[in-house]
């Protein structure tokens, strides 16, 4: 039995979901290779983009999955620090405002997702 708990990473995830593949994400992770496929008989059903980008000390996973057949699909931002030390792992948790506003500027600068306050028109 360990004396105490080893923590050695801490993360924070953000998804979001689209009924309508937003035009910027068609063009992201559409492929040459499709017709390459496509003459051998071939057809996709579903896509995966995956990067990974610096974020203050640590990183962010950023993952957009497409289902063709649907069409449907998803954005994962998983916001991640690896590191021993407590102290570092609890300040990266508590930045979650600071990560759900990049999430936000990621989605609809970047990515061309409309989030829940695009669409709000009682807003005034």
């Not at 300040?91 to 999430?103: C, R």
């Amino acid at each position: 039995v360990l004396p105490r708990t080893p923590l050695v990473a801490a993360g924070v995830n953000r998804r979001y979901y689209f009924s309508q593949i937003p035009p910027k994400i068609a063009d992201a992770i559409n492929s040459s290779i499709d017709t390459d496929l496509e003459s051998l008989g071939r057809t996709t059903s579903g896509r995966l983009l995956k990067l990974r980008l610096p974020w203050e000390n640590g990183q962010l996973n950023l993952e957009v999955a497409v289902d063709e057949t649907k069409p449907v699909g998803n954005v994962v931002l998983n916001y991640e620090l690896v590191s021993p030390k407590a102290e570092e792992l609890r300040d990266w948790i508590a930045k979650t405002d600071e990560m759900a506003l990049d999430a936000a500027n990621i989605l609809t600068s970047v990515l061309g997702v409309e989030t829940p306050d695009d669409n709000d028109d009682d807003n005034t």
